[in-house]
């Protein structure tokens, strides 16, 4: 699929430090010692008994405080886990709750990976990625990687449904209200030209690493249209939102779960029905895109590793408001942690239904 917000202040590792009630024991037990040896010799038995004791007691809070970091520290591993990220802000909403949780509930060490969909796939071959947090169908990839070379597995759902389509802005379909259907789109080719679509209709999709069948759409539905990559999924909400505010000319490929549909309204365009095996073909396409149940995917190593973290994404499920309005915050500016906390700090009950914390 794809979407995309910007810079990388966001990424990064939590590191765990669980040596200081070391430090506080061994300074409390060097000074009972201290004390006992300058009691004087008439106390010397009653020093060296509290002393005894002391040490002994110093030393068996060392072992209950290895022991309570022990079993706190490692609860995911010595092992970084790292999380690819997908050039889309729907995906890196999922990237900032998911990462809160991990590092602030459950005190794991993670990374963030900045890549494409395809090339995260990859990452379960070379143990370079260790989860994917909201894939789009790929059956392709999911033969190659889950059923063929076993370098991978499902996690189930992450809540999320998604709908990938043909959009004009709800404007348009005001005005011409037969243009939302795929059959009429030649009718109104001209509104659409641009002085890069060679005198035919233009068809703005967003990132050509995205999901995307349009150029096959375009060609077997004998459409005069020709269409042109925005580079991202800014590119196609920086353009929304002029067709919206200006009231210009727009067909565009979007999606569903995504925040800027609640600011800028639209209409989707009805495309040919999907029928179960309508796109098997790529070059033969000329149907809609199927629904997508949205999932989670794991390298199958660190799954089988098991562990709080893998059973936290597991149980990861959430729907598509919530997503949006995380999404939303780290649009207008908020950071991944910010926008995460205030989510998650209104959410309680969900994340303990994840973590059991």
Request: with cysteine.
């Amino acid at each position: 699929m794809g979407r995309s917000p910007s810079g990388d202040r966001n990424e990064g590792t939590r590191v765990r430090i669980s040596q200081g009630k070391f430090i506080s024991v061994g300074v409390m037990a060097a000074a009972a010692m201290m004390l006992s040896a300058c009691a004087g010799s008439a106390n010397n038995n009653a020093s060296a008994s509290a002393s005894a004791s002391a040490s002994a007691s110093a030393s068996g809070s060392a072992s209950a405080s290895t022991s309570a970091s022990t079993s706190a520290a490692p609860s995911c591993g010595s092992e970084t886990i790292t999380l690819a990220e997908n050039p889309w802000v729907g995906y890196s909403a999922n990237v900032a709750v998911i990462n809160s949780v991990l590092q602030n509930t459950l005190g794991c060490t993670t990374k963030i990976s900045k890549i494409n969909e395809q090339v995260s796939w990859q990452g379960f071959e070379t143990g370079q990625v260790d989860a994917i947090l909201e894939n789009w169908g790929h059956d392709d990839l999911a033969k190659k990687y889950i059923t063929d070379q076993k370098v991978a597995v499902d996690l189930g759902p992450t809540g999320n449904q998604g709908i990938i389509g043909w959009y004009v802005p709800k404007w348009m379909a005001d005005k011409y209200p037969d243009i939302t259907d795929y059959k009429n789109l030649n009718k109104y080719a001209d509104l659409f030209k641009t002085a890069e679509s060679g005198g035919k209709g233009q068809l703005l999709d967003g990132d050509p690493s995205y999901v995307t069948n349009d150029e096959a759409l375009v060609q077997n539905l004998n459409l005069n249209y020709k269409v042109k990559y925005a580079g991202s999924e800014d590119g196609i909400i920086t353009a929304l939102k002029n067709a919206t505010e200006k009231t210009t000319p727009l067909l565009f490929y979007f999606y569903e779960p995504q925040w800027a549909l609640a600011k800028y309204p639209v209409a989707q365009v009805k495309l040919p029905p999907y029928t179960a095996g309508c796109d098997a073909d790529a070059k033969k396409v000329a149907c809609d895109y199927p629904p997508y149940t949205l999932n989670k995917i794991a390298r199958a190593k660190w799954v089988e590793a098991g562990g709080p973290a893998v059973d936290f994404l597991k149980k990861f499920q959430w729907t598509n408001a919530d997503q949006n309005e995380v999404a939303a915050a780290i649009q207008s500016g908020k950071t991944y942690e910010e926008a995460a906390k205030a989510w998650i700090d209104a959410h309680p009950d969900k994340v303990k239904e994840w973590t059991g914390q």
